[in-house]
């Protein structure tokens, strides 16, 4: 069982930039692949991001890439994800999850473990 304690998030305007983070209790942090995701109410929770347990490859949505990224601290059991110039329609729960094994997966059935989520809110 892996536990994901998020933090971060908050109200920002268009343009600022914010980082969540997201703490794994498996001291085994590197054996998992990590994601981010994040819902609006009456959506479907989204693909964000997600990187291998090496750090090594990364992946994005294309509406995030250029903007946000992700990164991972094995040693500090931590993954991060960077946003930059945000907008209002980056508003939404975000929530990282891992996933066990080393191949990366954009989809949220392919992750095993959740986070409690964080608000991220985008005022224009």
């Known amino acids: 069982q892996v536990q994901l304690v998020q933090s971060g998030g908050g109200l920002v305007q268009a343009g600022d930039s914010l980082r969540l983070s997201c703490a794994a209790s498996?001291?085994?942090?590197?054996?998992?692949?990590m994601g981010w995701f994040r819902q609006v109410p009456g959506k479907e929770r989204e693909f964000v991001a997600a990187i291998t347990g090496s750090g090594g490859i990364t992946t994005y949505a294309d509406s995030v890439k250029g903007r946000f990224t992700i990164s991972r601290d094995n040693a500090k059991g931590t993954t991060y994800l960077q946003m930059n110039s945000l907008t209002p329609e980056d508003t939404a729960v975000y929530h990282c999850a891992a996933r066990r094994g080393s191949s990366i997966a954009r989809q949220t059935y392919e992750y095993d473990y959740w986070g409690q989520g964080t608000q991220v809110t985008v005022s224009s």
């Open positions: 498996r001291r085994t942090f590197s054996n998992y692949v």
